[in-house]
């Protein structure tokens, strides 16, 4: 959820009295923003606030553990203990005034209680929380804060009343194409891995529907993953693809015979979505219901609810939605050299428009928000002393292979790129290369999915 979404249903929580919610929501903003201004500011205050800062990390954190772990009360530790705040609101010539006003000392005892004691914030408490987020959000001009996303910082802003703050922008759908031959093939492989986990889901969604079910694949790409699940099981007569790449759409049609499978182009994020899905999967049988796929969709929209209403609405009841995703950072390793893979991933998260790299753990919440109750997750790990050298390698294709992509593409839009940065990428990337062919070398990952029911 984009942080304009977050505080409108902290709101909402506060006005059905649930402020204990709110309150927590908030907490957690907080928190958010905290390390977000920290990862903001450490480049740009003068030496010795950053040095301060840096000694504070690590005798806050102690040995291994950075910010990224820290507690709430951690964070404002650090931040009192190294000036931080003050020098970088210097940096944006940002006056924090209101933020000096805060008492972050009682917000932290309070959140303690919540989380430790099953406390219950009263009105004036949750109004406390959500005074914090708005202050802080808006002295730092921060305008979009998702866990998925880079939180953008807009320049000096000066401190006025929390009413106007101005509406974030929302989240973009990443820059992610399909098509092109390398990524058509990735995604093949990508697919045989995740085909068991696939299958479960599939096996599970039709049970109990009747012998002929329409299936539709949002987001199908070439259809090679389509064909290749759906024709599975004969109940599916008649298989949709949708995909908004033309290119794509083009090549999977090339190849169906028009009867059984359907390729179309459609965006599924598009104003008129909603009304043309519907009249896709709704011109055979009114009352059918029908199984909709998604692969490794959500994590490229820029509205996933949005897109899981859309479904929820023009879907007869009775309907199955199957989804899959991923989570990067449910991904172990052994040996860890120096925390590389830690590196790989959050140059992965950093990249421009990147898709979220974290929406394995979203899939749940989402589907809750979009008014789905009848929800069934799947997890599927892989690990690499299972596999064959063949598959390690393939393993690492799907894995790694594409992480540079985003970067370039990044570049070829005239974002600025730090040369170093990529070129710690590309060499932290040969080594996991060598890593994943060694059979000595421990690697989890975890396929993620979900069947939910429209009622
Ligand atoms: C990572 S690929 C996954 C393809 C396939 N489902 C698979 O698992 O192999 C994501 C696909 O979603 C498509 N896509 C992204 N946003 C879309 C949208 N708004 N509407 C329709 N398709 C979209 C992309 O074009 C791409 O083909």
């Known amino acids: ?75 404002y530790s650090l931040f009192r203990e190294s000036d931080l705040l003050v020098a970088y609101g210097q940096s944006m010539s940002t006056q924090l005034r209101a933020i000096k006003m805060i008492n972050f000392d009682e917000l932290i005892r309070l959140r303690n209680r919540m989380q430790h004691e099953l406390y219950e914030a009263d009105r004036l408490e949750a109004q406390l929380f959500l005074h914090c987020v708005e202050t802080m959000l808006e002295t730092f001009g921060i305008l979009t804060l998702n866990a998925d996303s880079q939180v953008a910082v807009e320049g000096a802003q000066t401190v ?68 290749d699940r759906f024709e599975r099981f004969p109940q599916f007569e008649h298989v949709i693809g949708i995909d908004k790449d033309s290119e794509c759409i083009a090549a999977a049609s090339a190849v169906s015979d028009g009867q059984r499978w359907n390729f179309q182009v459609l965006d599924i994020e598009n104003a008129d979505a909603e009304e043309k899905f519907r009249q896709l999967v709704l011109r055979q049988d009114e009352e059918s219901p029908v199984v909709v796929f998604m692969a490794f969709l959500l994590n490229h929209v820029a509205a996933p609810i949005r897109v899981l209403r859309i479904l929820r609405s023009a879907l007869p009841k009775g309907s199955k939605v199957v989804i899959r995703s991923g989570d990067d950072f449910f991904t172990h390793e052994y040996p860890d050299h120096a925390g590389r893979l830690k590196f790989i991933l959050g140059m992965s998260e950093k990249a421009p428009r990147a898709a979220d790299r974290r929406h394995g753990r979203k899939l749940y919440g989402q589907l809750y928000r979009a008014g789905y109750r009848r929800i069934r997750m799947f997890a599927d790990p892989i690990l690499s002393p299972n596999l064959s050298e063949t598959e390690r390698r393939s ?61």
């Open 1 to 75: 959820m984009n942080l304009e979404d977050r505080i409108a249903q902290i709101r909402e929580d506060m006005a059905s009295q649930r402020y204990t919610t709110a309150a927590k929501e908030s907490g957690a903003i907080v928190e958010f923003a905290f390390r977000e201004i920290y990862r903001r500011s450490i480049g740009l205050v003068d030496d010795r606030t950053r040095m301060k800062a840096l000694a504070a990390e690590s005798k806050i954190g102690g040995p291994g553990k950075g910010i990224g772990a820290f507690t709430l009360g951690q964070l």
């Open 160 to 227: 006025s009343s929390p009413s106007s703050v101005p509406p974030p922008p929302k989240r973009e759908a990443s820059t992610y194409r399909a098509s092109g031959t390398q990524e058509l093939e990735r995604l093949i492989l990508q697919g045989s891995f995740q085909r068991p986990l696939d299958l479960r889901m599939f096996e599970y969604a039709l049970d109990g529907l009747e012998s002929s079910v329409l299936g539709v694949d949002v987001g199908c790409a070439d259809g090679e993953v389509t064909r």
């Open 395 to 455: 393993l690492y294709k799907i894995w790694f292979d594409h992480r540079l992509a985003p970067w370039e593409r990044a570049l070829e839009n005239g974002n600025q790129v730090s040369v170093e940065d990529l070129q710690a990428l590309r060499e932290a990337l040969v080594e996991y290369e060598l890593d994943m062919e060694d059979p000595a070398f421990f690697f989890l990952a975890v396929g993620l999915g979900a069947v939910a029911e429209v009622s």
